[in-house]
């Protein structure tokens, strides 16, 4: 059997929010408890909107919450000749100036790639075997199929994972926006495990009534078929909760 290959790909817009990291979580779960490898990719074909102080703020938070990843990181802005010549080889039509392809826009009047385009041959190029993303990108597949198969390529396995939502009302407003980032986790003082344990409670069930787990045995325990189903809610109540324990897990001296 082919090893799993797998690819976490922010967009260096914005810093890590905590449903980025999650997806992160996700794919590094995924990665470890099949023996695969994982890829950081940087989505940056938006270079007005791109940054790299953002992107170095984003490895630093992953490498806070205790995810590695095994290639990378490697970026699209590398590969604009690449993008372009799969572009001239699709079946594209012109409107208003930008290319489309089954309807919708993959590229600019430049010919620079958008998202879609330049996702779909990454994710061919790169032998990514399983795509794990959020459920706000399920109507991004079938477009990206098409564009794999266009090119001749089989396309990986799509799982859509259930989002992490924030409770309405004021407590959770504390969560919204920029509070909501692993940036501002670590700057209140939560642990990284403790991050990553709220998380992962939020995306799956382990298998087991043990709350308090670490990364190496969420990755033990990790089975993509025990995703849970629903949204789940992310609140300052449960991370909390999970936090106390592993606060009060560790020794004094830690
Ligand atoms: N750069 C995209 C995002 O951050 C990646 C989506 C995908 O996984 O295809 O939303």
Known sequence: MTPTRVRFAPSPTGSLHVGSARTALLNWLFARSTGGSLLLRFDDTDAGRSDAALEAAIIEDLTWLGLDWDDGPVHQSERIERYAEVLAELPVTRRDGAYEFEGRVIARADGSPLYHLATAVDDVDDAITHVLRGR????NTELQVAIIRAIGAQPPEYVHAPLLVFEDGAKVSKRKGDRATVGALCEEGFLP??????????????????VMLNLAEMAE???LARLHSADSQFDDTKLRWVSGEHIRAISDEQ
């Open 193 to 210: 495990a403790a991050v990553c344990n709220a998380l992962a409670l939020s995306l799956a069930d382990f298998g087991t009534d043990e």
């Open 221 to 223: 325990r990790f089975d």
């Open 136 to 139: 706000d990108h399920l109507s």
